[in-house]
């Protein structure tokens, strides 16, 4: 039987356990939270689709119930809280890093031989600090932020084109920030076509910015941080693990002297499969993407240094 837990039932947890459960990704979704009550109400909602949905898969929620995760073979984790006013980057580095730290060593106890999703903000740092404190293989701890940022990449690509955005390639990588997230124009394309032959230099550069300020742009019409991408982006990681795709998708991963780094975790791309990360790819940077991607890691290692010894 495969098994996937969901830490945390807000707005992306919920959403990643809803496409997981609906695409039947697992015959196990199993959501938890700490506060009573959430994440049985969410499940049961959820399941109320079933008979509707012709779903399969069986969704539970449980409160702080870690015995309820034993045995999962993915664990996406989304806790954390966002930046509150008058709060310092290192005071919410410091207050998320305690969380994810807690959530890591229960998830591990009972599921030992789980893969670990990380989607809990800032994205890069938490997967660098779970490998830091877990003591598994680097292959079994991925950072879901390349998945997101690639999807939001193809859409204004789709859009800029005006076609559908299932035929449209492209991926980012570098941090999961707006300022440090590199979309890869270059090798963007449409049906196997160059974007750079269907769109003129000043709309492409326009979809790299906006690209970068996806996350931001949303947040500014929603007043809050959004969800279905991402919950989405955290199902299609998954799904890759358990499904064993081999597919390629960015994800932020402990770099050991690919691109010039170590002891980094950023987005680059990997082929996923049943092992995790099984494969990491080494493009051939040019000079300006080799800049931003020096640029990307140095701020990511900045962040870094923020987190509690």
Known sequence: MSKVTVVGAGNVGATAANVLALREVADEVVMIDIKEGVSEGKAMDMMQT??????????????????????????????????????????????????????????????????????????????YLIHKIAGIAKNRIIGMGGALDSSRFKYYLSQAL??????????????????????????ASYRGIPVSSLLDAETLDKVVADTMV??????????????????????EVAEAIIHDQKCMIPCSCLLEGEYGEKDLCIGVPCILGKNGIERIIELDLNEEEKELFAKSAAAVHGTNAALPC
Request: charged residues 15%; aromatic residues 4%.
């Open 50 to 127: 079933a008979n509707l949905l012709d779903m399969n898969t069986r969704i539970i929620g449980v409160t702080n119930n870690y015995e309820a995760t034993a045995n999962s073979d993915v664990v996406i984790i989304t806790s954390g809280i966002p930046r509150k006013p008058g709060m310092t980057r290192e005071e919410l580095i410091g207050v998320n890093a305690g969380i994810v730290k807690q959530v890591t060593e229960s998830v591990l106890k009972h599921s030992p031989n789980a893969i670990i999703v990380c989607v809990s903000n800032p994205m890069d740092t938490m997967t």
């Open 162 to 187: 005006d076609v559908n955005p299932n035929e449209v390639e492209g991926f980012v990588i570098g941090g999961h920030g707006d300022t440090t997230m590199i979309p890869m124009k270059r090798f």
């Open 214 to 235: 996806g996350g931001a742009t949303l947040t500014k019409h929603l007043g809050t941080s959004a969800w279905y991408a991402p919950g989405a982006a955290a199902a």
